[in-house]
């Protein structure tokens, strides 16, 4: 099994010499194993090797159980550990989606937190060929296209993600992990037949494999490396397509583009219908995708359907806040008109120290406070306490930009400042360029202030010296 992951691994160019893997450990026989292959392969490819476990505050006392486990195999293994948390069934509450879904986008969020932070140079899952083919039915269920039945890409580039065991199935992984006498902690959710994937993997399959293929896993995942291949040509093929036919910018009287804006698309009405439908397709969601927007293929259809009307000068409303209109000549997808973005802006903030913020009329003051006063001076409920000893020297004064997250003192876990910002929770209406102005503090690259909210507990301000924050008006006086 060793050998099929490395021909795997240099197949598809996975790790490169030198990579520092972060491997993510759950304590599971598939994540075992890939830390197990790594640590064998670890001379031969060069690499340094790290495990990271996520907690998902899901299975209680057996969740603990599990971090220990891992946490002594690494420490037996000689390796450094990280560990990180998330409530995820209170995360899936939140944002309305399932328990799956909730911990695969937090550990995700918690993986790249890694990355960014420099603990190594990328990820590896231990997803496995079983994987692969179950996610392939659960697509096909959903009624994907070729991009979906593409599957679990061994290698996500922008995540930093690799997935060396693709290649091998999860009974290979069992049997080679008790030839090494290795154990492996059981995860009790697997068995529940509520989610799909379980029933997926102990119902369907097994009916399948017994019914009408033995070998029913091994073809669902050649079906997605065949889609993928097939993808990665296709994303060529429409992106040479969409440099000649797509043009930023509205249409003029004579069917060429005015004054060119990102916020406006078009491509001529008969270079596109004289296209195969499947590019035809693909075009248009290359359109949806450069203006920020992902469509469904019911809104594809209902886009071409749109294209083909003979009456010109109709609007026609699509999801992701687009609008497409057609002309005499041409298809043209815009943005919906919103205010004009705020200009990003940041500041210095020595400690102690202020700083005017134009943008906003207003100034902030770091002012170092004494223990006692912090108690008994400046009650928490009305002034921005920080500890003193948990910040950098210099902070940084920011307006809050696209995937800030904060994590305010009366939540379980951090929030997209952008959901924080909405109606009803800074006790007024904003207006949008005070809504894009929004200020926050950072410190060594996390945020820990942010107007109007709680401070983080990890930041409070504690028995030692501390920091207010002070909002000040353009005269420097305190608000």
Known sequence: MV??????????????????????????????????????????????????????????????????????????????????????????????????????????????????????????????????????????????????????????????????????????????????????????????????????????????????????????????????????????????????LIRAGKPSRSGRSGATADSVLAVELSALLSLPLALQRRLLRSIAERLGAALEFTHIHELLEFAQQKKPGKTLELPGGLAATRTLRELQISRRPH?????????????????????????????????????????SAHYQLLDRASLAPELKVRNWRAGDRYFPAHTRYPKKVKELLQPGRVGHELLPQERACWPVIESAGEIVWMRGFPVPRAFAAKSGEAVLIEELTTNGAGL
């Not at 190594?120 to 899952?125: P, Q």
């Not at 202020?354 to 006692?372: F, K, N, T, Y």
């Open 3 to 244: 050998g099929k992951v490395l021909a795997y691994i240099r197949e598809r160019r996975l790790i490169q010499p030198g990579d520092r893997i972060i491997t993510a450990v759950s304590g599971g026989a598939d994540s075992v194993a890939l830390l197990r292959v790594l640590i064998e392969l670890r001379p031969e490819l060069a690499i340094g090797i790290s495990v990271a476990h996520f907690n998902h505050k899901i299975r209680g006392p057996e969740a603990e159980s599990d971090e220990e486990f891992v946490r002594a195999l690494t420490r037996q293994l000689e390796l450094e550990f990280h560990s990180g948390s998330g409530d995820v069934p209170a995360y899936a509450r939140e944002q309305k989606m399932s328990l799956e879904a909730a911990a695969r986008e937090l550990r995700q969020q918690w993986f790249a937190g890694l990355i960014r932070q420099s603990r190594g140079d990328r990820i590896a899952t231990a997803h496995t060929l079983d994987d692969q083919a179950e996610t392939v039915l659960m697509r096909v269920f959903r009624g994907a296209g070729s991009r979906g039945l593409a599957g679990i890409a061994p290698w996500q580039k922008e995540k930093s993600l690799v997935r060396p065991m693709l290649c091998v199935a999860r009974s290979e992984v069992e049997a080679w992990l008790k030839s090494l006498g290795q154990p492996w902690r059981e995860d009790s959710t697997n068995r529940d037949l509520h989610h799909t994937r379980n029933r997926i993997r102990h119902e369907l399959l097994p009916a399948l494999q017994r019914n009408y293929n033995p070998a029913i896993r091994q073809t669902l995942a050649d079906l997605a490396e065949i889609a993928r291949a097939e993808e990665d040509y296709w994303n060529t093929t429409t992106a040479d397509l969409a440099a000649r």
């Open 339 to 379: 205010a004009p973005a705020a200009r990003d802006y940041c500041y210095l903030l020595s400690v102690p120290g202020e700083v005017s913020i134009p943008e906003l009329g207003l100034g902030l003051r770091a002012q170092l406070v004494s223990p006692a006063d912090a108690l008994s001076r400046y009650n």
